[in-house]
């Protein structure tokens, strides 16, 4: 069982920043893949960025050039920092991570933290 702890959420204008933080209860380097979803009210949850162990990163093109993820093994933790944010970008974030095992792949999710952008 893992254990995903997150933070950083909170109310900010357009055009202001925000730094979202997953912390995992077990060592990162352990876990093949993680990444950053959200969702707004009345949709569905979609991936925002992701970041592999071998390092790939993905993004979607909402938010290239604007969000930056990664991973601090050290700290078992997994960053997104959020520039030039818009109201669009209002959602629940949630940390995803993805384990895969010969046989069997598991993914667990954080209780997700609000970001609120006011316009």
């Known amino acids: 069982q893992v254990q995903l702890v997150e933070s950083g959420g909170g109310l900010v204008q357009a055009g202001g920043s925000l730094r979202l933080s997953c912390a995992a209860s077990?060592?990162?380097?352990?876990?093949?893949?993680m990444g950053w979803y959200r969702q707004a009210p009345g949709k569905q949850r979609d991936m925002v960025a992701r970041i592999t162990n071998g390092g790939s990163i993905n993004y979607v093109d909402s938010v290239r050039g604007r969000f930056t993820i990664s991973r601090d093994n050290a700290k078992n933790t997994v960053y997104l920092q959020m520039n030039s944010l818009r109201p669009e970008d209002t959602a629940v974030y949630y940390c995803k991570v993805d384990i895969y095992r010969p046989g069997w792949t598991t993914s667990y999710w954080g209780q997700g933290t609000q970001v609120t952008v006011s316009s």
């Open positions: 077990v060592s990162i380097g352990s876990i093949n893949a």
